[in-house]
C-alpha cells in the first residue's frame, strides 16, 4: 500500500478491473431479488457537467448499496439521441448529424466511465440506432390500428427558429422550451397520440404512487385537469347551428348574458357576418400571435370583438351576443365560455368594458346583491336567485338539480372535461424517427407494412441552414411506391417528437438484444417496474407523462403487464454556483477571476447570486478538471455530501477541498494501524474505550443504512462515517485492541464503498482481503454491541439546565433521583429552598422543581 493516497492511479486500477470482469453486467436469470436503477439517460451533447456528476453519483450510490445488500441490480446507461441540437451542429460545422452524435457519445461515455459508475455497459444503446427506432416504428403502426395514432390539421405550436412543431407541454412561458424563441400559433396537418383515451386513468394512477414525490403528482392532476360539469347547447339564432359549452357551474346559467368563443372556434367563420368580418379578422390575427398563458393572466387586459351573431339561453330564451375574447382558449373545455358577469370576474370585467347586461343569479347570505352597483362579480356560495324554479336553492345542490333538468329537457347533458389534449408528435426536422407512413393519391393513407421496417433515415440529405424540412428534400426518401396498389407515392417527411423514443427505452434496457419485436415480455416482466427513476422535476407532465401513457399503451398491446413504469421517482436539486462579471468583458469563467479582478483588463469582477451552472453565464465548473485534481472520488463524495439530493447544491471549491482532505484522512488512518490490524481477531467481548468504540462502530452502521435504504440522505450517512472516522483518531488503545481498530477500519471502508467505490477497493484490498468489497455485502449492525452501559442525564431545575449526570444504563427512578439531586450545580441551585417535586423523563432528563 502506498503511503500517499494516489487518486488517479488508484482510479485507473480498479476502472480497468471492472470493465475487464464485466463486474457490474446484470443476469436476467439470477435467483436474487431484482432491483432495477435508472437515471434518466443523457442527450450527448459532446461533454458532462457537474449536473451530469451528481444525478449520476446519486444513482450509482444506489445500486452499489443494492449489490451489496444482495440485489440482482439492473443499471443501464444510453443515450437520448435523436433531436435538433445534431443538425444545428451539422449546420454550423459542416458534418452529419449521425457523426456528430456518435461521436459525442464516444467522448461522453469515456467521461462517466472516469467516474467509476456501475452501469452494465452491455445494454448501452441510442435512440438513433436503427436497431432502437425500427421497434418504435412497430409500436405506432400497432397505435395506429387500434386508433391510438391519427392525423388532423391543428393550430399548433411553431418555434421559427427551430423550424418545428412543440407540444404545449414544451412551451414555457410562450418560449420554445429548448431554444427560448417566442412560439407562434401556425395550422398544419400533425399525426397524434390519443393520449386523452387514457386520460381518467393517468390521473386515477397518481393516487396509486406512493414513491413520487407529491408535487410531481400535483402537476400532473393539475395537467391532466380533471372536470365535472355539464355540456349545454346554445341555439344560433336563425341557424341550425348551437354553440356547445362545458361549464362547472351550471348554478349560472340562467345568468349567461353573452357567448365568448375562442378565436380559433371552428364556428366563428360561420357565426361572422359580413358588417363584422374585418374587425374579426383584424382580431385574430392580433390575438393569434400572443403567447396562450398571457391571454389567460389576470393581468391580461380583457379584449373581444362582436361576431355580429346571437345565440339564445337555452333556459331563459335571452338573445345572447357571440363575442370572441382574447381569454377564451379553443384547448380548454370546447373553446366556448357561457359568460356570466355577475358570478366571473373576468367575464365581469368584459362585460363593463363591452356594456354588456348582469343578471345576478346567486345572493351571498345576509347580503342583497344589485347588478347596476356591483364592483366585482360574486365568486361565492349563496342562495339561488332569478333562477324560475331554482330559486332559494343552495347553488351547490341546485347545481346537480339543474344538470337532471338539462337532461331531462334534452338541453344538454352531464360530463367529464379534461385539460390534457392529444400529444401531438409530427416534427418537420430531420434528425427523429422516421413516421412510417406513405401517402397515395389513390388509397390515401397507406402504414408501412410491417416486413418493410425499419424506414432508414437517408444519408444523402444536406444540411444549408434553409428553412424548412431536411428530410423534404431528399427525393431517394420521398418517392416511393404504395403497398397497397403500387402507384406512385411519397413518404411522410415529418419525424417523431423526441420524447416519444424517451416515453419507452426503460423498457428496452430489460431486452436490447431482442430482435422479435420492441421488447421480450420475459425479460420485460423480470426487471420492471423500475425501482428506483432519478432525474429533474422539470419533466413532470412532457417525459414522465409520456412514459406513464406508453407503459399502458404497451400493456393493452400485448407487450407488457405492468401499469406503470416507476415505482419511486426521485427529484434531484440543481447545482448552482455564483456568476462573475466584468463591466467590459461580461461573464467571466471562474479561472478568469484572479484576486477579485478580471484577468483580462483588471476590472474588477462584480459577483452574481448562486444559479444554475450555464455555458452562457460562465458559471461552470468542468469535470474533467475536477477528475484530474482531485479524483472521480472526491467528485462523487462532495456532489454527494454538499446537499440532500432533492435539493439544490451551491458549489463550494472549500468543500471540495474538504471532502479530498477527508479521504487523505482515511487512506492514513488506515495505513498508520495496518501493521497493527494485519492478523487481529475479531474481538466482541471488550470493556472500556474499545467498548465504546464498538458501540459507535454499530450505531454508524444503522445510522448509514437508514439515511441510505429509501431516505436518500447521503449527506447525514457521510458525516456519520465521518465521526466514525474521529473516533478511531481519538481510540487510545490501539495496540491493545487490534480487533477493535481493524472492526472499526473496515466498517468505514465498507460504509464508504457506495460513495467512493475505486477508494473503499483499494483499501478493502491492502487490508488483506483477496474478494472485492461487494463480495463482503453490506455491514450489519448487532443490536448487543449498541447496548449502553451508561447514560447522560440532562438535569434542570424549574426548567433551567443547571447540569448534567452519568448514571447507569439500568439505574432506577430512584437512583437517578438522588444522583440528579446531588449533582454540584443542581445543589447549589436548591440550597435552602423547597424541593416540591421530580419529575424523571427516564433516559433524557429530570426536572426538579423548587419553591
Request: aromatic share 10%; glycine share 6%; net charge negative.
Amino acid at each position: 500500500m502506498q503511503e500517499r493516497y494516489d487518486a488517479g492511479a488508484v482510479e485507473r486500477k480498479w476502472q480497468q478491473r471492472w470493465e475487464e470482469t464485466r463486474a457490474f453486467k446484470a443476469h436476467d436469470d439470477s435467483p436474487r431479488p431484482k432491483y432495477y436503477l435508472l437515471e434518466m439517460f443523457p442527450y450527448p451533447s459532446g461533454r458532462i457537467h457537474m449536473g451530469h456528476v451528481r444525478n449520476y453519483s446519486i444513482g450509482d450510490v444506489i445500486a452499489r448499496f443494492k449489490r451489496l445488500q444482495g440485489y440482482s441490480v439492473l443499471h443501464p446507461m444510453g443515450w437520448d439521441a435523436f433531436g435538433l441540437p445534431a443538425e444545428n451542429a451539422a449546420i454550423q460545422h459542416g458534418t452529419h448529424p449521425a457523426r456528430w452524435t456518435y461521436e459525442n457519445i464516444a467522448n461522453m461515455r469515456a467521461q462517466l466511465k472516469k467516474m467509476g459508475l456501475s452501469y452494465d455497459w452491455d445494454r448501452e444503446f441510442a435512440t438513433c440506432d436503427v436497431e432502437y427506432y425500427r421497434w418504435e416504428q412497430l409500436i405506432f403502426l400497432r397505435m395506429y390500428e387500434r386508433g391510438l395514432a391519427y392525423k388532423k390539421s391543428s393550430s399548433v405550436n411553431w418555434c421559427p427558429d427551430c423550424a418545428t412543431v412543440l407540444a404545449n407541454e414544451q412551451v414555457e412561458d410562450g418560449r420554445c422550451w429548448r431554444c427560448d424563441s417566442e412560439v407562434e400559433p401556425k395550422e398544419l396537418e400533425q399525426w397524434f397520440f390519443k393520449i386523452t383515451d387514457y386520460a381518467q386513468e393517468l390521473l386515477d394512477g397518481t393516487y396509486r404512487l406512493p414513491g413520487w414525490p407529491e408535487s410531481v403528482l400535483t402537476m400532473q392532476r393539475n395537467w391532466i385537469g380533471r372536470s365535472t360539469g355539464c355540456e349545454i347547447d346554445f341555439p344560433v339564432e336563425n341557424s341550425d347551428r348551437t354553440v356547445r359549452v362545458f361549464t362547472t357551474r351550471q348554478d349560472t346559467l340562467f345568468g349567461a348574458t353573452f357567448m365568448s368563443l375562442a378565436p380559433e372556434h371552428p364556428l366563428v367563420q360561420e357565426l361572422v357576418s359580413p358588417e363584422q368580418r374585418d374587425a374579426v379578422e383584424a382580431f385574430i390575427s392580433r390575438v393569434r400571435k400572443l403567447d396562450k398563458l398571457r391571454r389567460t393572466s389576470d393581468e391580461m387586459e380583457k379584449e373581444g370583438v362582436f361576431t355580429g351573431a346571437w345565440c339564445i339561453n337555452p333556459v331563459t330564451g335571452r338573445r345572447m351576443p357571440v363575442f370572441l375574447a382574447n381569454f377564451v382558449l379553443m384547448e380548454y373545455g370546447t373553446g366556448a365560455v357561457m359568460a356570466v358577469p355577475t358570478h366571473d370576474q373576468r367575464d365581469f370585467e368584459f362585460a363593463r368594458k363591452y356594456d354588456l347586461p348582469l343578471v345576478v343569479v346567486i345572493q351571498p347570505t345576509g347580503e342583497r346583491l344589485d347588478a347596476a352597483t356591483m364592483t366585482e362579480a360574486w365568486t361565492g356560495p349563496g342562495l339561488m336567485d332569478n333562477s324560475g324554479a331554482f330559486d332559494g336553492l343552495d347553488n351547490e345542490a341546485a347545481k346537480e338539480k339543474i344538470a337532471d333538468f338539462l337532461e331531462t329537457k334534452g338541453l344538454g347533458r352531464k360530463s367529464v372535461n379534461f385539460r390534457l389534449r392529444d400529444w401531438g408528435v409530427s416534427r418537420q426536422r430531420y434528425w427523429g424517427t422516421p413516421i412510417p407512413v406513405i401517402y397515395c393519391d389513390r388509397c390515401g393513407i397507406v402504414p408501412v407494412p410491417e416486413k418493410d421496417l425499419p424506414v432508414v433515415l437517408p444519408a444523402d440529405v444536406e444540411f444549408s441552414g434553409a428553412a424548412g424540412n431536411p428530410l423534404a428534400s431528399s427525393s431517394s426518401f420521398v418517392e416511393t411506391r404504395c403497398p397497397a396498389c403500387d402507384g406512385a407515392a411519397r413518404r411522410e417527411t415529418d419525424t417523431f417528437d423526441t420524447f416519444v423514443e424517451s416515453s419507452w427505452y426503460f423498457a428496452r434496457y430489460a431486452c436490447p438484444d431482442f430482435t422479435f419485436g420492441p421488447v421480450d415480455r420475459e425479460r420485460v416482466e423480470h426487471w420492471l417496474p423500475v425501482d428506483q427513476y432519478i432525474g429533474g422535476v422539470e419533466h413532470a407532465v412532457m417525459h414522465l407523462l409520456y412514459a406513464r401513457f406508453f407503459t399502458k399503451v404497451l400493456r393493452d398491446l400485448g407487450m407488457m403487464r405492468i401499469d406503470e413504469p416507476f415505482t419511486n421517482l426521485l427529484t434531484q436539486g440543481m447545482v448552482c454556483m455564483e456568476t462573475r462579471s466584468c463591466p467590459t468583458h461580461g461573464w467571466l469563467y471562474p479561472e478568469e477571476v484572479v484576486d477579485g479582478k478580471c484577468a483580462r483588463c483588471g476590472a474588477e469582477a462584480s459577483l452574481g447570486r448562486n444559479e444554475k451552472m450555464s455555458k452562457s453565464k460562465k458559471n461552470v465548473v468542468d469535470p474533467d478538471s475536477l477528475i484530474a485534481r482531485y479524483g472521480a472520488d472526491t467528485a462523487r463524495l462532495f456532489s454527494l455530501f454538499a446537499a440532500p439530493p432533492e435539493k439544490d447544491l451551491e458549489w463550494n471549491e472549500q468543500g471540495v477541498e474538504g471532502c479530498y482532505r477527508f479521504l487523505n484522512r482515511v487512506w492514513r488512518a488506515v495505513y498508520d494501524n495496518l501493521e497493527t490490524v494485519r492478523d487481529a481477531a475479531d474481538s466482541v467481548d471488550v470493556q472500556g474505550e474499545a467498548r465504546i468504540l464498538r458501540r459507535q462502530i454499530h450505531r454508524t452502521i444503522r445510522k448509514v443504512t437508514e439515511d441510505i435504504d429509501g431516505r436518500f440522505h447521503f449527506n447525514t450517512a457521510i458525516a456519520a462515517v465521518m465521526e466514525l472516522v474521529n473516533a478511531v483518531y481519538t481510540f487510545e488503545p490501539k495496540a491493545q485492541n487490534p480487533g477493535v481498530l481493524r472492526e472499526a477500519l473496515e466498517s468505514i471502508v465498507r460504509l464508504l464503498a457506495p460513495f467512493v467505490p475505486h477508494f473503499s477497493e483499494e483499501l478493502w484490498a491492502c487490508l488483506g482481503h483477496e474478494g472485492g468489497v461487494e463480495s463482503a455485502g453490506w455491514p450489519e449492525w448487532e443490536e448487543a454491541a449498541l447496548v449502553e452501559d451508561e447514560k447522560t442525564i440532562v438535569v434542570q431545575v424549574n426548567g433551567k439546565v443547571r447540569g448534567k449526570v452519568v448514571v447507569p444504563a439500568d439505574a432506577t427512578q430512584e437512583q437517578i433521583e438522588t444522583a440528579a439531586l446531588a449533582e454540584g450545580n443542581v445543589a447549589r441551585s436548591i440550597e435552602g429552598k423547597s424541593v416540591r417535586k421530580v419529575i424523571v423523563v427516564p433516559g433524557r432528563l429530570v426536572n426538579v422543581v423548587v419553591s
